[in-house]
């Protein structure tokens, strides 16, 4: 079993910045894809980035591309998501995930483990 616990979230201006971490135990994620997901009120979630097992290959949603950058530490077996200009469309509970698969399939939501959230709250 792999526990995820993100932290980092928080209330952040607009045009701020914000570094999600995701910390993992119970297993070393480092042949694990892994991935972030975010989740507004009443709507499911929805994919934001991924990263391959040795960080050489990354996705983004379009929404956060050119914004957002994903990157992992296997060593402290831990996965960030740095957020630059944030918006306030961008409030909602940030997910972890690990997932076994590809980096692409990942971007289906259907994960083997996720973390419980962070909540992100940007003021206009």
């Known amino acids: 079993q792999v526990q995820l616990v993100e932290s980092g979230g928080g209330l952040v201006q607009a045009g701020g910045s914000l570094r999600l971490s995701c910390a993992a135990s119970?297993?070393?994620?480092?042949?694990?894809?892994m991935g972030w997901f975010r989740q507004f009120p009443g709507k499911e979630r929805e994919f934001v980035a991924a990263?391959?097992?040795?960080?050489?290959?990354?996705y983004f949603a379009d929404s956060v591309k050119g914004r957002f950058t994903i990157s992992r530490d296997n060593a402290k077996n831990t996965v960030y998501l740095q957020m630059n200009s944030l918006k306030p469309e961008d409030t909602a509970v940030y997910c972890c995930a690990a997932d076994r698969g590809g980096v692409v399939s990942i971007q289906g939501g259907k994960v083997d483990y996720w973390g419980r959230g962070t909540q992100v709250t940007v003021a206009s």
């Open positions: 990263i391959s097992w040795n960080g050489g290959v990354r």
């Open positions: 119970g297993r070393a994620v480092s042949s694990y894809v």
